[in-house]
């Protein structure tokens, strides 16, 4: 894909975050794309794309009155978006159609209309994993951590940090969950989930959604909100079994999705001013930094914990909170596009001062797939 | 009401020599007569090369503590929290998703790269799983 060829016009997340009590999940959706329409000044005619997960673009086209000619149902995971803005900005350039809306949205804390999510006694994972006590994403997605750990010389303080560090940021977004600061050592007392993980480093569980539009880069100039182009895009998926991963040292699908996209982009690290790693768990940004190459393994805890990712530091991370503090639904990926998108825009809660790159890296599953994301506001 | 039961595999055509196998107090892996990957999950063809000539045989149950959690809430059904769930490693390459029996269910009895054996727990007459303990000697 040729760099910023395509630009996100349209950018909104659900009128309210949380937990709401009083919407579907089905409905989320439609709130999300009704305010990124409303977002990019354009009408429900004129998107001729549609790309969502978990719910079938069918179902949600059909609720919200469009008639797609180019649609994307790719469901990864909470990375699907990421996946959705790459597979969007192909079908743009290669003139499938012109304005691609994107949602998501889940009711993962009310389970109103939400889907359920199962695993079949015969499927692989109902065979082989299933049958050992995992039960939801904290039994499975800390798994590697240990060894992680080990191999790296991580401490139980730096995986703390991390969330210390994020709920400085989540404290300059009126719209986090999470606002109160905490320290190490109350991330290091608090209740025991799946060890070595604590409840403060675990992800909130919140109803919400969000949506996206995208269009040629040509078009966008036209638009109400400043365009901000698609740079660089990766992606790739492992395997749905956390136990089956090559090597829990890393992700090869961040290994492999995150270098597509700087290679793409056409940058290096340091011009990066703006990274945004998923977090459903505390370990998630270690393994994004190595795994994207900011740095050693064995530096990523320490960076943290030594402040180079909190506000006005050197690399800001993670700057509306994250999935353990600003909120998540369960695909947390659409949360983390929206913040590069403000960042980028230049109208975030926590503004990183004169940002023009930004990276936006999403996981899927247990490391089972990997999106990213380089977005610049310059073209 | 009975009480909530574990999860029970249910086999497919593809996997029933290994649960024939864990039932007759054997861990069965595959290797590949081409190339002599070993690899599990059990698929009738390789996944390093594609060819569908591979065999089943009997793994030695040798391995070493991979990475764990120690799971305290929310529980699965069927089990008492805290407990482990383990990624073993086993003596032929691949890894396996299992529970550790016979050993305190604490960081400090689980030591990662610990030598384990695998044991067999029947949770029915058709199912029995492989589990994990700490190796003798």
């Known amino acids: ?379 | 009401m009975a009480e909530p039961q574990r999860a029970r595999p249910k086999p497919t055509p593809e996997t029933q020599h290994f649960w024939d196998g864990t039932k007759a107090g054997e861990l069965r892996l595959q290797r590949c007569d081409a190339c002599t990957h070993v690899y599990f999950p059990p698929r009738p063809f390789c996944p390093s090369c594609a060819s569908r000539k591979v065999s089943v045989f009997k793994a030695s149950g040798k391995g070493f503590l991979y990475s764990y959690v120690i799971n305290h809430r929310p529980a699965a059904p069927g089990f008492t929290p805290p407990y482990a769930i383990a990624v073993v490693e086993l003596a032929e390459g691949p890894r396996m998703m299992s529970n550790i029996i016979d050993c305190p269910q604490t960081p400090e009895a689980l030591e990662l790269d610990m030598k384990l054996e695998v044991a067999f727990q029947a949770l029915d007459d058709k199912i029995t799983l492989p589990v994990f303990r700490p190796a003798k000697g």
């Open chain 1, 1 to 379: 894909m040729r760099s910023n060829h395509v630009a996100v016009v349209g950018a909104a997340e659900t009128t309210e975050l949380g937990i709401i009590p009083n919407a579907s999940q089905l409905q989320l959706h439609a709130d999300a794309a009704l305010n990124a329409i409303a977002d990019a000044g354009l009408k429900l005619s004129d998107i001729d794309g549609f790309a969502t997960a978990v719910e079938t673009p069918q179902q949600v086209c059909h609720y919200l009155g469009i008639k797609p000619t180019w649609v994307d149902g790719t469901s990864v995971g909470g990375c699907s978006f990421m996946l959705h803005v790459r597979h969007a900005a192909a079908a743009i350039e290669a003139g499938l159609c012109k304005t691609v809306l994107i949602t998501h949205a889940e009711s993962g804390k009310s389970m109103i209309g939400k889907l359920p999510r199962s695993t079949p006694a015969d499927s692989l994972n109902g065979q082989f994993e299933a049958p050992y006590g995992v039960y939801g994403p904290p039994s499975m997605f800390p798994i590697p951590v240990l060894r992680f750990m080990k191999t790296y010389g991580i401490t139980h303080e730096q995986l703390a940090s991390v969330a210390v560090v994020q709920r400085e940021w989540a404290a300059k977004n009126p719209r986090a969950m999470m606002k109160d600061p905490i320290t190490v050592a109350d991330v290091l007392n608090s209740r025991m989930i799946a060890y070595p993980f604590r409840l403060l480093q675990c992800c909130l569980v919140t109803d919400g959604g969000g949506a996206l539009i995208l269009t040629s880069a040509d078009r966008a100039k036209d638009f109400p909100r400043k365009p901000v182009y698609i740079m660089g895009t990766g992606e790739s998926v492992e395997t749905p079994m956390v136990s089956q991963m090559e090597t829990f040292n890393s992700s090869r699908a961040f290994k492999t999705a995150g270098p597509l996209a700087f290679k793409e982009a056409g940058i290096a690290h340091g011009d990066v001013d703006h990274l945004m790693i998923y977090d459903a768990f505390a370990h998630l940004p270690l393994f994004g930094l190595g795994d994207l190459g900011f740095m050693p393994y064995e530096e990523t805890g320490k960076f943290i914990a030594d402040g180079n990712t909190r506000p006005g530091a050197k690399l800001p991370l993670n700057t509306n909170g994250g999935g353990l503090s600003y909120m998540h639904s369960g695909m947390y990926g659409m949360y983390a596009l929206q913040e590069s998108v403000r960042q980028m825009r230049g109208i975030a809660p926590a503004q990183v001062p004169n940002a023009k790159i930004s990276v936006c890296h999403g996981v899927g599953g247990m490391f089972a797939a990997s999106g990213t994301i380089v977005f610049t506001n310059e073209r």
